[in-house]
């Protein structure tokens, strides 16, 4: 069982011989997060688990997430090498999966200066793109056409994402934007699997014999065309250049002009591009997806939110990035939803650098982290009725979601903090104030309140199972 050489480990039920506790996650029909939370309840905030040959530590209290992410954070700051995620990350030499070193220092802080920082410059892309959107449903509006939120949505946030990543608009239907989304959604499925050989490091003959890997090398060389061909066009002397950089250029620009400590290679180039595209696009539809989902099962909170932004805005027909600052009911909903449906519910795995002690246990050097943060969201020592939707609790109080309050971590923590947070957070609050702002919502005729569910897809970003799809009624013009 647990013990091994080590004779503080933290507790774990029992566990099988060669697979571990591998059985008890085929047996459970939940989604990790969910199965993870349920044992968390029996076997404490600390748990230790083993999957086939892979030591798992799951955090699932404020407190415990505070010792890893603040008073250990070095020791937990690396990310494990994993089969899916080292090929699409280019030999981890994006950031989300590179290991704790040199290279990631040096990389996060040019990204950190060079792209994450420029939110305010695509702003008039962001407020194009809502625009377009409000379009878009206006006109599906008139004959009370049903409207799918969660398409519509995610449409938004990939034309975001490609403007300001290469600089192109696709139109609705166009054959490259259907490609660009099938290789986002393929990448993203592969992306967070664990693989046989993630269990089992010597047995990776198995996912060859599984198709496993064919099907990763297909998926990854159409992406790696789709990107190469970006890069190409961004290099090609003959295209004209445009005044405001992508970050395609940025990149490129850094590669001649910066003076750095590595050779960036088109490579590394690549591997940061499928990071923005990867961890940029999906995260803000879900998130919006979930707060509408959240607000249409409460009501009394959707008319709250939507008093807070028509009282503030009046008559002038779109809500921009200024006015939004403003909007504090609305900033308290997204928390709330943040708490009860972490977009990211498992954080992105860690793994630890060395062996280390917490809470009183020991934790072997290359262990596998998660921080289960929607276990977290109804820690009963860090939130008054955990399992109730009450955005008021937000209301006059200091608690955010920047990765300083540790009951309240949807962005993660520490040095592997999220550096798109704000990126991401620009596009969720400015969609939602419009969407809530110029319509009024209702279900579908044959529907209730009652029938919204909260089914996910299994993930590294939860999706809602079923699409949200809903009546807009049009109230200003
Ligand atoms: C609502 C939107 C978003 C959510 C909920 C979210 C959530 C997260 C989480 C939980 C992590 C792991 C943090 C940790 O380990 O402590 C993360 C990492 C990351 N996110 Fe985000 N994210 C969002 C938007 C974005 C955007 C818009 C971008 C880029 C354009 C982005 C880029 C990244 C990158 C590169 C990392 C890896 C950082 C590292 O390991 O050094 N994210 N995100």
New binding site residues.
């Given amino acids: 069982s647990n013990n091994g050489s080590f004779n503080h480990l933290p507790p774990g039920p029992p566990s099988l011989p060669f697979i571990g506790h591998l059985h008890l996650l085929v047996s459970d029909n939940s989604v990790p997060h969910l199965f993870l939370y349920k044992l968390s309840q029996k076997y404490g905030p600390l748990m230790f688990l083993r999957f086939g040959f892979r030591p798992t530590l799951v955090v699932s209290s404020a407190k415990m997430a505070e010792e890893v992410?603040k008073t250990h954070d070095l020791d937990f700051c690396s990310?494990p090498n994993l089969c899916a995620a080292g090929k699409f990350s280019y030999n981890a030499s994006?950031?989300?999966y590179s290991p704790y070193n040199d290279y990631?220092r040096e990389m996060?802080k040019i990204c950190v200066v060079h792209l994450?920082s420029r939110v305010k410059t695509y702003r008039p892309t962001r407020e194009d793109e809502v625009s377009r959107l409000i379009e878009k449903i206006c006109q599906l509006s008139v004959d009370s056409k049903p409207i799918n939120l969660s398409e519509a949505v995610m449409c938004l946030s990939n034309s975001i994402i490609c403007r300001i990543g290469f600089r192109k608009r696709y139109d609705d239907e166009g054959a490259e934007k259907s490609r660009f989304s099938r290789l986002l959604k393929e990448s993203e499925a592969l992306f967070s699997n664990l693989s046989f050989s993630d269990y089992f490091p010597f047995m990776g003959w198995v996912d060859r014999f599984t198709g496993f890997l064919s099907r990763l090398e297909k998926a990854f060389k159409e992406v790696d065309t789709f990107i190469q061909e970006l890069i190409d066009e961004h290099l090609d002397p003959n295209k004209l250049k445009s005044e405001q950089e992508d970050i395609v250029d940025v990149l490129l620009r850094i590669k001649t002009n910066l003076d750095l400590p590595f050779d960036l290679t088109i490579d590394h180039i690549k591997a940061i591009l499928m990071?923005?595209f990867i961890?940029?696009t999906d995260?803000?539809a879900a998130?919006v997806i979930w707060v509408m989902n959240f607000l249409m099962k409460n009501p009394k909170c959707l008319k709250k939110t939507q008093a807070e932004v028509r009282d503030l805005i009046r008559e002038k027909g779109f809500v921009s990035e200024d006015e939004v600052q403003n909007l504090t009911y609305l900033k308290a909903v997204i928390k709330e939803t943040f708490r009860l449906q972490a977009?990211?519910p498992l954080?992105?795995p860690?793994e630890t650098l060395r062996k280390c002690s917490i809470g009183g246990y020991e934790v072997p050097t290359k262990t596998l982290v998660f921080v289960n943060?929607w276990a977290i969201g109804r820690d009963p020592e860090a939130w008054e009725n955990p399992e109730e939707f009450c955005p008021e609790r937000f209301i006059g109080s200091s608690i955010d979601y920047k990765g300083l309050n540790f009951e309240l971590i949807?962005?993660?923590?520490?040095r592997?903090?999220?550096?798109?947070?704000r990126?991401?957070?620009a596009v969720?609050e400015l969609a939602l104030a419009n969407l809530l702002y110029k319509f009024d919502w209702e279900m579908l005729p044959e529907m209730n309140k009652e029938d919204i569910d909260f089914d996910v897809v299994p993930g590294l970003t939860t999706h809602k199972k079923n699409d949200l799809i809903l009546t807009a009624k049009k109230i200003h013009d």
């Fill in positions: 992410m990310r994006d950031l989300s990631w996060r994450f990071d923005v961890a940029g995260t803000s998130t977009t990211v954080l992105v860690r943060a949807p962005f993660g923590a520490g592997r903090v999220c550096p798109g947070m990126m991401g957070i969720v």
